[in-house]
């Protein structure tokens, strides 16, 4: 029996965040690092959410132009956000600045060069675990977005939103982590607890989002249908 796509995204999504587990146990991969890549995945949901309101019907001349402002003013906008929840992940979690005993107000103050330096704590190994993230957020995008036809069921003003709602909840979670992990030393085992919880918040978003979905479908269908048959 074939799997449904939101099944394989979802398998994708776990497989992802397994990468962080092996970085914890075998290549040296501490809070920071974690905390750094977990940022990094919210820069690759801000470009895929580009791309689902760029793709997003009708595709009418009117669209077309709401688009051509709405488009840039979220990117603005969720750049603005992005960046101010990465200058508190250096801040607050980078080796550099507590060897530096830097204040946050100074970080904030000197962050460019700032982060000319921080990338000698970066495990080279978070590169690669970038790379499956966007490989699970683009299997979403790819499977459920367009081939399964969830972007019949929204709009441009509903997708300008759902980034935030997502990125709040579980950064916030991951920063009170963060912190718990710190005040214990980092030890491996309560950071592996870290990254499964994490894995948690990802996959029960991530099932409630095609849930809602499916309503949607059920409710267009009832009445007379819509575009978004699922092909698998």
Not at 116 to 126: A, L, S
């Amino acid at each position: 029996m074939r799997l449904r796509t939101a099944s394989i995204s979802t398998v994708v999504l776990v497989l992802s965040n397994i990468v962080p587990l092996w970085g914890v146990f075998f290549r040296g991969w501490d809070v920071f690092a974690l905390m750094l890549l977990f940022w990094l995945e919210n820069v690759v949901i801000g470009i895929f959410n580009v791309g689902r309101m760029a793709m997003a019907p009708p595709y009418t001349v009117s669209v077309t132009i709401y688009k051509c402002f709405l488009i840039p003013f979220f990117v603005v906008h969720y750049g603005i956000f992005t960046l101010v929840h990465g200058v508190f992940v250096f801040v607050l979690f980078s080796p550099k600045t507590a060897a530096l005993g830097t204040s946050s107000g100074d970080a904030l103050l000197t962050l460019m060069g700032f982060l000319t330096v921080v990338p000698d704590y970066i495990p080279p190994t978070v590169p690669l675990a970038l790379i499956a993230i966007i490989l699970s957020h683009g299997a979403s995008f790819f499977l459920n977005f367009l081939w399964r036809g969830e972007r019949y069921l929204t709009d441009l003003d509903t997708l300008m939103m759902a980034p935030y709602q997502r990125v709040v909840l579980l950064h916030l979670t991951l920063l009170a982590g963060g912190f718990l992990i710190v005040a214990l030393g980092e030890p491996k085992s309560v950071i592996a607890v870290f990254v499964l919880l994490k894995i948690v918040i990802d996959v029960m978003a991530h099932r409630a989002e095609r849930n809602r979905y499916e309503k949607k479908k059920g409710g267009a269908d009832g009445e007379g249908g819509t575009k978004d048959a699922d092909p698998v």
